[in-house]
């Protein structure tokens, strides 16, 4: 598989991708089996009709290839070479390579009118990598100083339908009304990763020079018979039905690993995620994600260090994450033993 590497012997906490049972392999199928020609046509601009209003912000979305599309085009329409990107911190480890495509300087941390950047990228919700939300008045506060320094919040609102404990907080989008969000959806975790679909949520002048763009003109909207069977798949509720029950499931995954986490490694304060795919834990004193990640392995359990969530892998270096969202209950209890003993093993060796 493409982006996976199985491991035998390894339980591998360190993939943020779906449970495959999860994937609607047979609703997709019926989704796509009664489409006519249009389907496989050339595709409006800014998306298929039905999918744009499914997706219910009427001339401010911008159908994509995914969320990862969704980042690169808007760093295409808004920001030049050179200009500064400030990122959160820690934030999504893959959208550094992204932003670094388009010859931005990556900035992470600081305050918004220090740095004073061009665009602002974070996850607010369910965030990638530690689960955790940004506390509903620092979202008005960013957004007060984005407007101040004329820069651009690119919210990545990627895990937003996964939330297990009651509603997600409101986007940055929607309590922004826009300008100076915008905001980057994706179908990635909530149908199929494999299906390469998104959206950008942006001000009608952005989505002018998004559907004005040559590939566009050229080429037509973005993977449109994807779209259109997205279209189809949603009408009639398919996707609310579809969502609701990858909730429940990864309630159930998180809960397994929260609490055999908090059983075989009680030394630690282990953060239950209120949504998205991941838990991201401080080590005890001493104990470095470099130096336990071999001896992890070696007990058969993996995640991902810390350090990766930092531009510069300059911090970090007591943190890991994992996802709970591959492997089921029975297996991420047994991870999460593997991963005490590897941590009693360290701690015991210093
Ligand atoms: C925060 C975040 N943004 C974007 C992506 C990628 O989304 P897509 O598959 O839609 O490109 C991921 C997937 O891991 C993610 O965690």
């Not at 509720?237 to 055999?260: C, I, K, M, P, W």
């Not at 239950?272 to 130096?291: D, H, I, K, N, Q």
Request: with cysteine.
């Amino acid at each position: 598989m493409i982006q996976f590497e199985h491991r035998p012997g390894i339980l591998d906490l360190s993939w943020g991708h779906p449970r495959p049972g999860l994937l609607p392999v047979r609703a997709w199928a019926e989704s796509g089996a009664n489409l006519d020609w249009r389907a496989l046509t050339y595709g409006s601009s800014a998306g298929p009709d039905p999918l744009l209003e499914w997706l219910g912000d009427p001339g401010r979305t911008f159908v994509t290839g995914g969320a990862s599309h969704a980042l690169a085009l808007v760093t295409q329409v808004l920001a030049r070479p050179g200009d500064v990107v400030l990122v959160d911190s820690p934030t999504y480890h893959l959208a550094f390579p992204i932003l670094a495509d388009r010859g931005l300087r990556i900035v992470q941390g600081g305050s918004v009118h220090q740095v004073r950047p061009k665009l602002i990228y974070l996850v607010p919700t369910f965030g990638n990598p530690t689960g955790a939300s940004l506390p509903e008045e620092r979202r008005a506060g960013l957004i007060e100083a984005a407007r101040e320094v004329g820069a651009t919040i690119v919210e990545d609102d990627t895990y937003r339908e996964l939330s297990y404990d009651g509603p997600a907080p409101e986007s940055l989008w929607s309590m922004a009304g826009g300008d100076p969000v915008v905001r980057l959806g994706s179908f990635a975790k909530t149908v199929a990763p494999g299906l390469r679909l998104g959206w950008i949520n942006a001000e009608p002048e952005i989505i002018a020079r998004l559907t004005g763009l040559g590939y566009v003109h050229s080429g037509g909207g973005v993977n449109h018979t994807t779209a259109v069977t997205m279209g189809a798949f949603c009408a009639g509720g398919g996707f609310e039905r579809h969502v609701a029950g990858l909730r429940a499931s990864y309630r159930t995954q998180r809960n397994a690993l929260v609490d055999a986490l908090r059983k075989h490694l009680p030394q630690l304060d282990v953060p239950s995620p209120a949504g998205g795919w991941f838990v991201w834990l401080r080590l005890p004193a001493g104990v470095t994600a470099e130096a336990l990640l071999p001896v992890a392995e070696e007990r058969g359990v993996s995640f991902v260090p810390g350090p990766r969530f930092w531009a510069d892998g300059s911090g970090g270096a007591d943190r890991i994450r994992l996802s709970f969202s591959l492997l089921s209950a029975a297996e991420l209890e047994v991870a999460a033993a593997r991963l005490g003993e590897a941590v009693a093993v360290i701690a015991h060796n210093r």
